[in-house]
């Protein structure tokens, strides 16, 4: 059994390991019931630690020991200690070579970490501490080691064999047995360890590198699935040529192999050379999949590849670390996915999700620097913290060194750590280094948690010409850091005058012979002002009129941004801004103002009045600038959506889900109303001919063809109903089936039944798909729908032990459905409980992520606290709750550990 009293580990009390292994040589036999692990280390102590004396201390979970060896020679029981977690030999020499021997049971495996059991066959999880599930090893991500790995499985049920590296050598073995033998040229931390033993079937093609090397590239899906691989493998392909036209860098293996399995905890993992992947980002066909699915697909794999230098090559030291990799890959993903398709819209698609996900987890309970100072299972630490702000945080010096010293930054960093596992100070000491530019201050960001704010005020004096604006930056209060130092906050902007045309920016104390590293040139149009104190100024000289400021341009620093924008000055930058993010910036600003404002007028129990210059704007964007319909469709799809009710929540004191539903979907039916010729007349003209294409023009097409669709549908006329059920039986393609579908998935209207049962039918073959089938039924705003989603978890459709499915319904409904899960009775509430208390008996990685929708309960009123606090305490009282679910419910409850 695990321990029952788990500790907190602190960044403050890293030392560098006391041992090293240069080299493991695993032997894993496997068999119906079980697996045996033999697993040979050549360990040495550390020469850089002192004292040299100590025992050798090997992580272990659910390890069955069977024999331990010491050069050879088998050692007595009183000659080491085993515990829940641990292999202590008390007496070792300096250099040793050690061989344990254990069983494990990956059929029993529920928790999909180390070694386990699918229905194809057997796969691995090792990150962030799964390998100690496996076999005994010192289980730390600095603890780099070359492996050599053979494999034995039956032939007939478990044909593939296959692990990091190069395979050198395979056979049979009698008895209807094989085996494989890997062997990994580049040394690698343990959580990188991949192996797959299973019945599949295999997509094959090569790449020529840049240097003219012949690599060869696999794909392995499960049975019948082929046909759903080739989009993967193009995607690939499209990576790897990318980060060598972008970056220089080349793959590094001879082959590269990517693995499907359906039953996966994360999206995916990019294991050295044999990534293994969730069978939803690589599994993909026009009449399954939707152009969104597509494009992750797209980035993911990217992602996955791109580790291969940003993670793989160059490591973490330790997890506190672990933006250094992830934030730095989702970064790159970013930028391949805006090269890709359409770079505002990604943009303006990155933001959103990091204000849904990212803004809220800083002004949480779980609030956390992008580096952690603690941590008491890393687990829950794979957040949007340290993905999604990770990115931002590298974007940022992006911005403030320029395009071209962060490339001489990337450069340098490879030199100096390939082959090493490093913190996110050596990043950012050769980003330093590369640029000239002082980060020092800027390194604040990786050590303080929270959302800056930013208010800004100005002044224009038309006599001398001069616009000022003063800038005070403050960071509100966070769980162990109540006072924040100032951050060094890139700014970019720009100025429009009255007709809408940037003004050149001139900037008192320009220097135009050196003008500093990453800022627009003096008289640019943009240009990005450095905000490292309190409180700064800055003055902008030959300004011929008070402008319209355009601040935070592609959202240039994840802060919010506080300025008294009038509703003229807002339609204004809607219409005239160049930066396309802030055009969808100040649309989204104005929906947020009329909504909260619809809050406080439905409490007086009047009617929400929408102004004719917010119905113009969106009449605008649908006929585009010259009438004859938007330029970049997918970018006008994105800004006549409204913003989501999770973020209107986030605006509030006093979270009322009930009204901000209500107004929200006022809003949306008095647009559909004033401008129902022109979604009609865009709904038409957008429809895309010929056969099916994921491309980001068709996919853009279509994007806002179905967004006329549902404003459409918020009328309720049946005819428009009646439209969404006619798109839905006659799509060529999934996109517009499920859009038809989610549409008809809101109204209690005779279709909605149909086409849920007619889809069901049709795909209930296709586990991917039934999830989309889960997931529109559990974020439908019908008063049943909890009931419904109940239902859901008795149908054949669903099992608990499956991730996908979880995400699917449960996850969905908690954090998707925000009005019904968090209906005053507390239902929602009491539902995800029971839920996460089955699941942490399974799985507690997923329980603990469920348990995540329980963060901002303390915005709510007082009967949803109360319902809220029942539920979180009823979960922390569970007997043998896992210390995943333990650690997030004990912080959204106030404790500490």
């Given at each position: 059994?695990?321990?029952?009293?788990?500790?907190?580990?602190?960044?403050?009390?890293?030392?560098?390991?006391?041992?090293?292994?240069?080299?493991?040589?695993?032997?894993?036999?496997?068999?119906?019931?079980?697996?045996?692990?033999?697993?040979?280390?050549?360990?040495?102590?550390?020469?850089?630690?002192?004292?040299?004396?100590?025992?050798?201390?090997?992580?272990?979970?659910?390890?069955?020991?069977?024999?331990?060896?010491?050069?050879?020679?088998?050692?007595?029981?009183?000659?080491?200690?085993?515990?829940?977690?641990?292999?202590?030999?008390?007496?070792?020499?300096?250099?040793?070579?050690?061989?344990?021997?254990?069983?494990?049971?990956?059929?029993?495996?529920?928790?999909?970490?180390?070694?386990?059991?699918?229905?194809?066959?057997?796969?691995?999880?090792?990150?962030?501490?799964?390998?100690?599930?496996?076999?005994?090893?010192?289980?730390?991500?600095?603890?780099?080691?070359?492996?050599?790995?053979?494999?034995?499985?039956?032939?007939?049920?478990?044909?593939?064999?296959?692990?990091?590296?190069?395979?050198?050598?395979?056979?049979?073995?009698?008895?209807?047995?094989?085996?494989?033998?890997?062997?990994?040229?580049?040394?690698?931390?343990?959580?990188?360890?991949?192996?797959?033993?299973?019945?599949?079937?295999?997509?094959?093609?090569?790449?020529?590198?840049?240097?003219?090397?012949?690599?060869?590239?696999?794909?392995?899906?499960?049975?019948?699935?082929?046909?759903?691989?080739?989009?993967?493998?193009?995607?690939?392909?499209?990576?790897?040529?990318?980060?060598?036209?972008?970056?220089?860098?080349?793959?590094?293996?001879?082959?590269?192999?990517?693995?499907?399995?359906?039953?996966?905890?994360?999206?995916?993992?990019?294991?050295?050379?044999?990534?293994?992947?969730?069978?939803?980002?690589?599994?993909?066909?026009?009449?399954?999949?939707?152009?969104?699915?597509?494009?992750?697909?797209?980035?993911?794999?990217?992602?996955?590849?791109?580790?291969?230098?940003?993670?793989?090559?160059?490591?973490?030291?330790?997890?506190?670390?672990?933006?250094?990799?992830?934030?730095?890959?989702?970064?790159?993903?970013?930028?391949?996915?805006?090269?890709?398709?359409?770079?505002?819209?990604?943009?303006?698609?990155?933001?959103?999700?990091?204000?849904?996900?990212?803004?809220?987890?800083?002004?949480?309970?779980?609030?956390?620097?992008?580096?952690?100072?603690?941590?008491?299972?890393?687990?829950?630490?794979?957040?949007?913290?340290?993905?999604?702000?990770?990115?931002?945080?590298?974007?940022?010096?992006?911005?403030?060194?320029?395009?071209?010293?962060?490339?001489?930054?990337?450069?340098?960093?490879?030199?100096?750590?390939?082959?090493?596992?490093?913190?996110?100070?050596?990043?950012?000491?050769?980003?330093?280094?590369?640029?000239g530019v002082d980060l020092t201050q800027f390194k604040r960001w990786y050590d303080q948690a929270g959302t800056p704010v930013l208010d800004v005020s100005d002044h224009y004096d038309p006599t001398t010409q001069r616009y000022t604006l003063t800038v005070k930056q403050s960071c509100p209060p966070t769980p162990g850091q109540p006072e924040k130092l100032p951050f060094h906050i890139p700014l970019a902007l720009g100025l429009l005058d009255r007709d809408g045309q940037d003004i050149p920016l001139w900037l008192e104390g320009d220097d135009a012979a050196h003008p500093p590293a990453g800022d627009g040139a003096p008289g640019s149009t943009t240009r990005v002002l450095s905000v490292t104190q309190p409180e700064q100024t800055f003055t902008f000289l030959r300004v011929p009129a008070?402008?319209?400021?355009?601040?935070?341009?592609?959202?240039?620093?994840?802060?919010?941004?506080?300025?008294?924008?009038?509703?003229?000055?807002?339609?204004?930058?809607?219409?005239?801004?160049?930066?396309?993010?802030?055009?969808?910036?100040?649309?989204?600003?104005?929906?947020?103002?009329?909504?909260?404002?619809?809050?406080?007028?439905?409490?007086?129990?009047?009617?929400?009045?929408?102004?004719?210059?917010?119905?113009?704007?969106?009449?605008?964007?649908?006929?585009?600038?010259?009438?004859?319909?938007?330029?970049?469709?997918?970018?006008?799809?994105?800004?006549?959506?409204?913003?989501?009710?999770?973020?209107?929540?986030?605006?509030?004191?006093?979270?009322?889900?009930?009204?901000?539903?209500?107004?929200?979907?006022?809003?949306?039916?008095?647009?559909?109303?004033?401008?129902?010729?022109?979604?009609?007349h865009a709904y038409r003209a957008h429809a895309v001919p010929g056969p099916y294409s994921p491309d980001a023009a068709s996919a853009g097409k279509r994007a806002l063809r179905n967004r006329c669709l549902a404003y459409l549908a918020e009328t309720q006329d049946p005819q428009a109903l009646r439209l969404a059920f006619v798109q839905f039986e006659t799509a060529d393609n999934m996109t517009d089936a499920m859009a038809a579908l989610s549409i008809l998935t809101h109204f209690d209207c005779p279709e909605r039944e149909q086409a849920l049962e007619a889809f069901y039918a049709r795909w209930k073959d296709e586990p991917l798909v039934v999830d989309k089938w889960l997931r529109v039924q559990a974020t439908s705003r019908l008063p049943d729908t909890l009931e419904k989603v109940k239902?859901?978890?008795?149908?054949?459709?669903?099992?608990?032990?499956?991730?996908?499915?979880?995400?699917?319904?449960?996850?969905?409904?908690?954090?998707?459905?925000?009005?019904?899960?968090?209906?005053?009775?507390?239902?929602?509430?009491?539902?995800?409980?029971?839920?996460?208390?089955?699941?942490?008996?399974?799985?507690?990685?997923?329980?603990?992520?469920?348990?995540?929708?329980?963060?901002?309960?303390?915005?709510?009123?007082?009967?949803?606290?109360?319902?809220?606090?029942?539920?979180?305490?009823?979960?922390?009282?569970?007997?043998?709750?896992?210390?995943?679910?333990?650690?997030?419910?004990?912080?959204?409850?106030?404790?500490?550990?």
């Amino acid at each position: 059994m695990r321990d029952p009293t788990p500790k907190t580990v602190y960044l403050k009390d890293y030392t560098p390991p006391p041992f090293i292994v240069e080299a493991i040589d695993l032997d894993i036999d496997l068999r119906d019931d079980h697996a045996r692990v033999r697993s040979r280390l050549a360990i040495r102590r550390n020469p850089n630690m002192r004292p040299s004396t100590g025992p050798l201390v090997l992580d272990g979970d659910e390890l069955a020991l069977e024999s331990v060896k010491l050069n050879g020679r088998p050692l007595a029981q009183d000659e080491y200690r085993l515990d829940a977690q641990r292999l202590i030999i008390p007496q070792t020499p300096d250099a040793l070579a050690l061989e344990t021997v254990v069983r494990i049971h990956p059929h029993q495996n529920t928790q999909l970490m180390g070694l386990y059991a699918s229905k194809d066959g057997f796969f691995t999880q090792c990150e962030p501490e799964g390998f100690r599930r496996i076999t005994f090893f010192i289980d730390r991500p600095d603890v780099m080691a070359r492996y050599t790995t053979t494999i034995h499985a039956d032939k007939a049920r478990y044909p593939y064999l296959l692990s990091n590296g190069n395979l050198i050598a395979q056979g049979d073995e009698g008895s209807g047995r094989h085996w494989a033998r890997w062997e990994d040229p580049f040394p690698k931390p343990s959580y990188l360890f991949a192996m797959v033993a299973a019945k599949l079937d295999r997509l094959e093609d090569t790449f020529i590198t840049r240097s003219g090397k012949r690599a060869r590239l696999q794909i392995y899906v499960e049975p019948g699935k082929l046909d759903q691989a080739g989009f993967a493998m193009q995607a690939l392909k499209k990576a790897m040529k990318w980060d060598e036209d972008v970056f220089g860098l080349e793959l590094d293996l001879d082959q590269y192999m990517i693995v499907a399995v359906g039953d996966f905890n994360m999206g995916a993992m990019e294991n050295k050379g044999l990534n293994i992947f969730n069978t939803k980002y690589v599994l993909a066909r026009p009449d399954i999949a939707t152009d969104l699915d597509f494009q992750h697909i797209d980035r993911v794999v990217a992602h996955e590849y791109f580790h291969n230098w940003t993670g793989n090559r160059v490591t973490c030291r330790d997890w506190f670390q672990l933006s250094l990799k992830e934030g730095l890959t989702v970064f790159r993903e970013q930028e391949f996915g805006a090269d890709m398709y359409s770079r505002p819209v990604q943009r303006i698609c990155e933001v959103r999700h990091l204000r849904a996900t990212q803004f809220p987890e800083d002004a949480g309970p779980m609030a956390h620097p992008v580096r952690p100072q603690s941590y008491m299972e890393i687990s829950n630490f794979y957040t949007a913290t340290v993905y999604e702000k990770g990115a931002e945080v590298v974007r940022m010096i992006h911005t403030l060194i320029g395009k071209e010293n962060f490339r001489k930054g990337m450069d340098l960093y490879f030199r100096r750590h390939d082959g090493q596992a490093v913190t996110c100070d050596d990043f950012v000491q050769a980003m330093q280094d590369a640029s000239g530019v002082d980060l020092t201050q800027f390194k604040r960001w990786y050590d303080q948690a929270g959302t800056p704010v930013l208010d800004v005020s100005d002044h224009y004096d038309p006599t001398t010409q001069r616009y000022t604006l003063t800038v005070k930056q403050s960071c509100p209060p966070t769980p162990g850091q109540p006072e924040k130092l100032p951050f060094h906050i890139p700014l970019a902007l720009g100025l429009l005058d009255r007709d809408g045309q940037d003004i050149p920016l001139w900037l008192e104390g320009d220097d135009a012979a050196h003008p500093p590293a990453g800022d627009g040139a003096p008289g640019s149009t943009t240009r990005v002002l450095s905000v490292t104190q309190p409180e700064q100024t800055f003055t902008f000289l030959r300004v011929p009129a008070k402008p319209v400021p355009s601040l935070l341009r592609g959202f240039s620093a994840p802060v919010h941004v506080r300025y008294p924008y009038s509703d003229q000055a807002l339609a204004h930058l809607m219409a005239h801004d160049s930066d396309p993010f802030n055009r969808w910036e100040a649309g989204q600003r104005m929906a947020t103002d009329l909504i909260l404002k619809g809050i406080a007028e439905l409490k007086a129990g009047r009617d929400l009045v929408v102004p004719e210059s917010f119905v113009g704007a969106m009449a605008r964007l649908l006929k585009g600038d010259e009438g004859y319909g938007p330029r970049d469709p997918a970018f006008a799809a994105e800004a006549l959506s409204l913003p989501d009710e999770n973020f209107i929540a986030e605006q509030m004191e006093v979270v009322d889900p009930d009204a901000i539903h209500a107004v929200r979907t006022r809003l949306a039916r008095i647009l559909a109303e004033h401008l129902r010729d022109e979604f009609s007349h865009a709904y038409r003209a957008h429809a895309v001919p010929g056969p099916y294409s994921p491309d980001a023009a068709s996919a853009g097409k279509r994007a806002l063809r179905n967004r006329c669709l549902a404003y459409l549908a918020e009328t309720q006329d049946p005819q428009a109903l009646r439209l969404a059920f006619v798109q839905f039986e006659t799509a060529d393609n999934m996109t517009d089936a499920m859009a038809a579908l989610s549409i008809l998935t809101h109204f209690d209207c005779p279709e909605r039944e149909q086409a849920l049962e007619a889809f069901y039918a049709r795909w209930k073959d296709e586990p991917l798909v039934v999830d989309k089938w889960l997931r529109v039924q559990a974020t439908s705003r019908l008063p049943d729908t909890l009931e419904k989603v109940k239902r859901l978890t008795e149908h054949p459709a669903f099992s608990i032990k499956n991730p996908n499915k979880v995400y699917s319904l449960i996850g969905a409904f908690s954090t998707g459905n925000h009005v019904r899960f968090h209906a005053a009775d507390g239902a929602g509430y009491q539902f995800l409980a029971d839920q996460v208390i089955i699941l942490d008996k399974l799985n507690p990685q997923v329980a603990a992520r469920l348990a995540r929708a329980f963060d901002r309960w303390r915005k709510f009123d007082g009967g949803r606290q109360a319902h809220a606090r029942a539920a979180l305490e009823r979960i922390r009282d569970t007997a043998g709750l896992s210390k995943d679910v333990a650690e997030i419910v004990t912080k959204a409850l106030g404790g500490s550990f």
